[in-house]
C-alpha cells in the first residue's frame, strides 16, 4: 500500500475542513434539540425588526425638543459676539457708464466690419473658380426618371408565354 507524503498545507487544509462540517453537525444538533425541549435555538434567538411605525411618547418627544432649542440657542450666542457691531454697507451694484457702453459698442461694430470684409472676400476668391464651369450637370433624380421611361416604352420579354403575332385583317 503506498503512503501519502503529508505536508503542512495538506494537513492545514484538513483540519480547516473538518472544522467547518463540525460547525455544521452542531447546528443541526442544537435544532434537533429545540424541536424536542420545544424552546427556540440559538441562530433563532436574534431579534426580529419591529414592523409597524416606532411611535415616541409625547414626554420623549417635549425632551428631545427642548434640547434641540437649547443647543441652538447656545450656537446663536456663540455666532453673535463673532460678528462685528456695526453691519457693513452692502457693496453697490456695478453700473457701466455711457462712455464705456458706447466703447463697448463701437469695438463690437468695428470688429463686425472686419468680419464681414473678411467673408465678402473669401466668397469672391471662391466665385472666380465657380464662375468658369460652363456645363451644367444633369440631376441625377432627373437622370433616373428618363432612364425609366425608356424602359417602360422598351416591350417586355415574356419567357412564360410565346409571343403572339396581332392578326392584321
Known amino acids: 500500500m503506498p503512503t501519502h507524503k503529508l505536508t503542512p ?7 480547516l475542513g473538518f472544522e467547518e462540517q463540525k460547525l455544521r453537525i452542531d447546528v443541526q444538533i442544537a435544532e434537533l434539540r429545540a424541536m424536542l425541549t420545544g424552546s427556540p435555538t440559538a441562530t433563532a434567538a436574534t431579534p426580529e425588526v419591529p414592523k409597524g411605525k416606532r411611535r415616541m411618547s409625547a414626554a420623549a418627544r417635549k425632551r428631545i425638543g427642548d434640547f434641540q432649542r437649547k443647543r441652538w440657542a447656545e ?7 463673532s460678528s462685528p457691531v456695526a453691519p457693513e454697507a452692502p457693496k453697490l451694484k456695478r453700473r457701466l457708464s455711457a462712455a464705456g457702453k458706447k466703447a463697448i459698442g463701437d469695438a463690437t461694430r468695428k470688429r463686425w466690419a472686419r468680419v464681414r470684409a473678411e467673408a465678402a472676400k473669401a466668397a469672391g476668391a471662391q466665385q472666380a473658380p465657380a464662375a468658369k464651369k460652363a456645363v451644367k450637370k444633369a440631376p441625377v433624380k432627373a437622370s433616373r426618371k428618363a432612364a425609366k421611361k425608356v424602359a417602360a416604352r422598351r416591350p417586355q420579354k415574356a419567357a412564360a408565354t410565346p409571343a403572339v403575332p396581332a392578326a392584321t385583317e
Open 75 to 81: 450656537s446663536k450666542k456663540e455666532s453673535e459676539p
Open 9 to 15: 498545507e495538506i494537513i492545514n487544509a484538513a483540519v
